[in-house]
């Protein structure tokens, strides 16, 4: 019996939190968010009105896609940023969300399911503040 036989290999990329920052200026998506949908090209974003939630799903290029990943092996392939103002106001807007000088970090999930990243965009944390989670559930 060896020393490894009662351990358990950790695998890269099961640990990674899947998360967005939201600033002034732009929104980035974590590794784990780019990992979890497989590096897709192109992606579609969807709002719930009701619900205050952002969705991100893969899908093939057309008139209302938005590049995510253009190569996976370039340096900066581990995570995405958007710098599209009318987006951000739009999701800052949609739930309330005060920004601060550093902006904001959403935590989402994976739906393995529909292959689809869900962001609850009224549950936030402010960057430099991460252990406050900000909760504003009516």
Not at 28 to 40: A, G, I, Q, R
Not at 67 to 90: C, E, M, T, Y
Request: aromatic share 12%; hydrophobic share 35%.
């Amino acid at each position: 019996m060896g020393i490894l036989d009662t351990f358990d290999l950790y695998r890269r990329g099961e640990g990674g939190k899947i998360f967005i920052s939201i600033t002034n200026y732009g929104m980035t998506f974590s590794k784990s968010c780019v990992e979890k949908l497989n590096y897709p090209e192109f992606v579609h974003v969807f709002f719930e009105q009701e619900g205050k939630r952002m969705a991100i799903a893969p899908c093939t290029e057309d008139s209302e896609a938005r590049g995510f990943v253009r190569d996976q092996s370039a340096p900066r392939a581990g995570f995405v940023r958007w710098n599209d103002r009318k987006l951000i106001q739009h999701a800052v807007s949609l739930a309330n969300i005060e920004l601060g000088k550093r902006g904001v970090r959403i935590y989402g999930e994976y739906i393995s399911d529909d292959n689809v990243l869900v962001f609850d965009l009224k549950v936030y944390t402010p960057i430099g503040k991460q252990n406050e989670t900000q909760d504003f559930l009516e």
